[in-house]
């Protein structure tokens, strides 16, 4: 079975720091992988997703990840956070070919302070 | 077009007390899935339907159950509640393709008392 580990569950910057969140999953086969943010008081919302193709995936509002296949990673990267950035972001994980469940991981809750 | 929709919004129960929570899409999406979140755990599926007429159980199905009532609608009943089912409960929906986003619905809070 798949899981996911986020590492950081939470982070402060200052409006303008660099953003690396850590995603990283285990499961030995082919796998579709997706980043969702969660906004205070709203519900989840996709950033973006990587099924095949170009490892750097770019999503919206300036979010991308990039996929390394030998890590077993998919980090999420923004080069300059605001404040509207605010929010729990959750990386997520499912196995090509298997019937859209998706494992989540725990989240990473993310103030941005202005 | 709405999106998922869940109702309620919030619901305080006394243990032992039943209650059912409401999903509808009107995406004409094939599948639907219900999960909970509960702080530092993220989000885990509860019990999903591929198509109208199925259901399937997830990762923690165990003081729950799931209609599927049409296409639009897929339910989630607890029997009978416990405090370890005080959680957020979102509703989702999908195309059938296994790369095809999700779609959330907004949540709906529940307190067991």
């Known amino acids: 079975a798949q899981s996911v580990s986020q590492h950081n569950h939470h982070v402060i910057l200052s409006e303008a720091a660099s953003l690396e969140l850590g995603c990283n999953y285990s499961?030995?086969?082919?796998?579709?992988l997706f980043w969702y943010v969660q906004y205070p008081g709203q519900h989840l919302q996709l950033l973006l997703k990587y099924f095949s193709g170009d490892p750097l995936v770019k999503g919206i509002k300036g979010f991308e990840a990039e996929f390394i296949k030998s890590k077993f990673s998919f980090n999420l990267r923004k080069p300059s956070v605001q404040w509207s950035d605010t929010a729990e972001y959750f990386c997520a994980v499912n196995a090509r070919g298997s019937f859209q469940k998706l494992v989540f991981g725990t989240g990473t809750r993310l103030l941005v302070s202005p | 077009n709405a999106g998922v929709t869940q109702t309620p919004k919030f619901q305080v129960l006394k243990t032992g007390q039943s209650m059912t929570l409401q999903c509808a899409q009107d995406m004409n999406h094939n599948s639907m899935y219900w999960y909970r979140q509960d702080p530092g755990m993220g989000l885990r599926l509860i019990y999903y339907s591929a198509s109208e007429g199925t259901t399937d159980k997830g990762e923690v199905p165990n003081g729950y159950n799931v209609s599927r009532l049409n296409k639009r609608e897929f339910s989630l009943r607890l029997e009978s509640a416990a405090p370890s089912q005080t959680s957020v409960y979102f509703c989702?929906?999908?195309?059938?393709?296994?790369?095809?986003?999700?779609?959330f619905g907004p949540g709906t809070r529940l307190l067991v008392l």
């Open positions: 499961y030995g086969g082919t796998v579709n």
């Open positions: 989702a929906s999908s195309p059938p393709d296994t790369q095809e986003t999700q779609y």
